[in-house]
């Protein structure tokens, strides 16, 4: 039984993903490439520095790891802009509901995301104090598919691993929740996450469920 979910941010409680790619596009066009949706797909749950290389790979282009720190700063100015206005109303489907239930029924809750900016997401979305551990990109040393950022969660909430469940929209969260020796519940398109021990659309699905039991 689960007795504690670790949720990822990015595509799994908020789609924050179409504002880094606006970000990131803009720097682009600064740079004088395009940089499309598509080639956003490549940037999700993928670390700020590595995003930029996976920018700058698109673009052919190349620079200093001096430059690029401070492209990835002037990246996160725009982006920090772009999710200022961020509210309730931009929280993935089933997502507060789910949180609540589990709350109700004593499952630890954690956040386990690559992002900077989570603490500040969460609070713009009013849901911070669901989370019994708060895990970020401030946190940890080692990006997804490394395990580090579930096991520091769950080492939070005082669990064990297989007592932890990870709910992951992209392929590299995945792997890191299996390499943590956890269930993963992936959040999207069966197809794309193939090792997960089972796929929904959203956590509307879930919620939809736990009602019906
Ligand atoms: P930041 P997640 C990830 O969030 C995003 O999916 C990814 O696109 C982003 O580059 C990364 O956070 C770092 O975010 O620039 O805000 O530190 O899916 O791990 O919650
Ligand atoms: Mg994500």
Redesign the pocket.
Known sequence: TMRGAIF????VIVD??KY?YLAWAKLADELGFAFTEEHNER??????MR?LDILLEVGGQDFSEEDKLVMADKK?KL?VEYISTLNESELLPGVKDYLIGLRARGVGIALG??????MFILDKLNIAELFDSIVD?NKVSRA?PDPEVFLIACAELALQPVDCVVFE??EA?VQAAKAAGMQVVGIGRPEILKDADLVVAGLHVLEGLDRLN
């Open positions: 990822d941010l990015d595509g924050t993903a880094h940037l999700k749950g993928v670390s700020r995003s996160n982006y995301s690559a992002s900077k900016n989570a990109g997804k929209d992209a969260g």
